[in-house]
């Protein structure tokens, strides 16, 4: 994201994270009528928190793996 789209739309994509994870809390604490406090320490919270982790994750493993893979074919065809 950083280097395809630049900083600007990495910060977009950060906020709208962000604003996700906080909206599905405020609105878990309203309906269950609960504290944020408590909200923050419900499981699904903590999964989406996790998701978002792992996703990342996975992309930047796919990431590394096509700069290895370019490189592997850029070395082929040199020879």
């Known amino acids: 994201m950083y280097f395809k789209h630049g ?3 990495a910060i977009l994509v950060h906020w709208a994270t962000n604003y996700f994870i906080f909206s599905y809390v405020y609105f878990l604490a309203d309906i269950n ?3 944020i406090k408590n909200a923050f320490s419900h499981s699904l ?3 989406l928190e996790i998701l978002f982790i792992i996703t990342g994750v996975i992309s930047i493993a796919m990431l590394f793996l096509n ?3 370019l490189k592997k074919e850029k ?3 040199t020879t």
């Open 67 to 69: 700069y290895v893979n």
């Open 33 to 35: 009528e609960i504290t």
């Open 7 to 9: 900083f600007p739309s």
């Open 75 to 77: 070395r082929l065809e």
């Open 45 to 47: 919270t903590n999964s």
